[in-house]
């Protein structure tokens, strides 16, 4: 079983940054794909941005421009680089690290952006 913890969160000016960390440990395959969602007040929970073991990345539309997703399969740990933070960007955010067995969650990080 992958053991999953965020790190980063915490409350932000508009405009400015926040360096999320997702760190995966004990897992016996390899960690195909990591995904970073949030999930705002009242909301559904959506997809942000997803790296996969070689580096490919995808981005929801509300990130491309201002979030990077990148990894370090050393460390089987991901970031997610948020610039240009908006109070819209406001909600916890969870990481899930998917292996051959399926996606292993989080317990998430809040991230608040103040206007």
């Known amino acids: 079983q992958v053991q999953v913890m965020e790190s980063g969160g915490g409350l932000v000016q508009a405009g400015g940054s926040l360096r999320l960390s997702c760190a995966a440990s004990?897992?016996?395959?390899?960690?195909?794909?990591i995904a970073w969602y949030r999930q705002a007040p009242g909301k559904q929970r959506e997809l942000v941005a997803t790296v996969t073991r070689g580096g490919t990345t995808t981005y929801a539309d509300s990130a491309k421009g201002r979030f990077t997703i990148s990894r370090d399969n050393t460390k089987s740990t991901a970031y997610l680089q948020m610039n240009s933070l908006k109070p819209e960007d406001t909600g916890v955010y969870y990481c899930?690290?998917?292996?051959?067995?399926?996606?292993?969650w989080g317990p998430g990080t809040q991230v608040t952006v103040s206007s």
């Open positions: 899930a690290a998917r292996t051959g067995w399926g996606n292993s």
């Open positions: 004990g897992s016996t395959l390899p960690i195909e794909v």
